[in-house]
């Protein structure tokens, strides 16, 4: 009996025990969740602080007459703190329905006696975050730090925020490709030089507040950002968007997948205007590749100068040299070199062979003179710089495919196949630097996309013009080449686009690609047309390739004429603006120039641009709460741009310079998301 007692007791004395823990406990959590948990989150909130990185604003880049390709925007996440011990309630109370009616007016969305009332519910239950935007531009950000309490700073004011950067092009796709970006792998100018835009980040100790906000603290440690430099391309608006133009009209025309177009100073190899286009599945042209660059393709017969060129300088043969090219077929093992489809020519000299872009012609002449010791002609290759890359700072550069006596794949064939451009692989820009050097008197010059950078102090860095070789060839072997290359447009395949006011000197290239044994399947082709203008004192040299047309192949129709409306265009330009810099009188020359079509117009606007520009218009801030189209005409592209985007326009931008033209009339009631073109000149 005692026992059980004994028992009993014990049980109910862990019993006891337990309860009496459990009633602490409870008592304890109700207490933390509904007493003490504003002071603990507070706690919390405050400690939750560390370093973290301030970035840096991302340097612009501009063409080389200054027009803005790329540039930074700046928005900002703001919130108010408002359990700020530094603002009094004084000053709250004083300003809370001024503050109000700013927010209103600039924000939206809320009427002033909404926003009151929560910013009094935040300050009564002190809450550390109260959202206002998300997505503020800088100067919306701007105002609103000058708006009632916030204008006391950011501790008595409690305005917190913070920034984040986000890249826009102005022009949009305009040399997209070729300005890149970073978005998931650095291409184009944006990753060849990101070092010297991005400039170096800062950082900042910083405090959590709440919704992944963090604000900055007070702390002498503290580094500040460095923003990057500003890049200044080799690249001409003007000569850029003729470019892109004139290629677009043609792959439309002629239903072609994709094509490239690169224009270059003869002189100095600065790249004035690229472009690359491909079709998608909707049918719609635009820049994903960077096919000028990065792709090697066999580029049929415009790599015959090079063959020719060889001969010339090894001594084998001239201009005036005959070949008999009857009948119209030559045949090199089980490679057969036909010109039958406009021949065949009979006996002709090497000029007009090369003119008529007879392939038994430069097969027949390699294979005699070489065919035996074909190392002497790839030897010359390697001489010319055919057979490496230009060592450009765009990653992504194709390398060349020129095998040599020996290699793996090396055949019978191959000297054949090679010296009419086939069973090889060169890019559209490595053709051009070839054919750049010829009109640059055998100077070889190496592209150049970067002219300079301009860091935020001012300072200067400047990328010199770079020669790769400063004698290919010889001086006779450039003549003789010359005069194959005019002779081409003068009485030759691109005798089309034989101009009456200026010489162009060019070759075409009709490469067939894609071989199937299936007869029925249509065949692929790249069309390429590759010269210089003026010919007799050249300033550009230009490539123009365009893959898989639907609806004709030959480069003499397909890449040849975009070559001509190019040419055409920038020598009116050269022409112009050598008249305005000996009369200084733009007025008169305008009237001179007539346009004979909308789109002449626009070039003609284009021509009239001058970089000497008057003093731009500063960008004055609207009134709070306008909700007009402001006047931006006299203001650069940026703080046009700016101002513009700011009132909830969409910007589409025409020429360069400062703004002259705005489509819709200052005053006008803003209608959010509504377009706007402004012209520049």
Known sequence: MDVKKDILWRVYLTFFVMVAFAAVVISQTVNLQFFQAKKIKADVVVKVAEYRTVEANRGDIYSSDGSLMATSMTFYLVGMDCSSKAMTEENFQENIGALSDSL??????????????????????????????????????????????????????????????????????????????????????????????????????????????????????????????????????????????????NMRKYEADHGCIVVMEVSTGKIKGIANLRQDSTGRYWEDVNYAVGSAVEPGSVFKLASYMVGFEDGKYTVNTKVETAPG?????????????????????????????????????????????????????????????????????????????????????????????????????????????????????????????????????????????????SKETVRQAKIMLEAVVENGTAKGIKSDKYKIAGKTGTAKYGYTRNKAEKSHYNSSFIGYFPADNPKYSMVVMITDPKKGYYASEVAAPVFKAVSDRIFATMIDTAKLKKTSAAPLIAEKLKPSSPEDEHVLSKKMAVKNVPNQKKIVTPALGDTKVPDVTGMGLKDGVFLLENMGLIVKVQGRGVIRKQSILPGTQIIKGQEIIIELI
């Open 104 to 249: 209103s007016a600039l924000l939206g969305g809320k009427t002033p006696n909404e926003f009151r009332r929560e910013l009094e519910h935040s300050r009564k239950t002190k809450k550390h975050w109260y959202k206002l935007h998300d997505a503020l531009t800088y100067s919306q950000f701007v105002r609103m730090k000058k708006f009632p309490l916030f204008n006391k700073g950011k501790y008595e004011g409690g305005l917190v925020y913070t920034r984040s950067i986000k890249r826009k092009r102005p022009y949009e796709m305009l040399a997209y490709r070729t300005i890149g970006n970073m978005d998931v792998k650095p291409i184009g100018i944006e990753g060849a030089y990101d070092f010297e835009l991005k400039g170096e980040d800062g950082w900042q100790y910083q405090r959590k507040i709440g919704e992944g906000v963090w604000v900055p603290m007070d702390d002498a440690s503290s580094i500040e950002p460095v923003d990057g430099g500003d890049i200044y391309t080799t690249i001409d608006m003007n000569i850029q968007d003729i470019a892109e133009t004139e290629l677009l009209k």
């Open 329 to 473: 077929v030559y045949m090199v093992y089980d490679l057969k070199a036909s010109d039958l489809d406009h021949g065949p020519y009979g006996l002709i000299d090497v000029k007009r062979a090369f003119e008529l872009s007879s392939n038994v012609g430069v097969v027949k002449l390699t294979q005699e003179n070489y065919g035996s010791n074909p190392q002497n002609f790839v030897n010359r290759l390697y001489k010319f710089g055919l057979t490496e890359p230009l060592g450009i700072r765009i990653e992504g550069e194709g390398k060349p495919v020129i095998r040599y006596p020996g290699d793996a794949g090396w055949s019978g064939v191959s000297l054949a196949s090679m010296s009419y451009g086939y069973g090889i692989k060169v890019t559209p820009l490595q053709l051009l630097s070839f054919y750049n050097a010829v009109a640059n008197n055998g100077k070889k010059m190496k592209p150049l996309f970067v002219e300079r950078i301009v860091d935020k102090n001012g300072n200067v860095k400047t990328f010199p013009i770079e020669v790769l070789n400063h004698a290919m060839c």
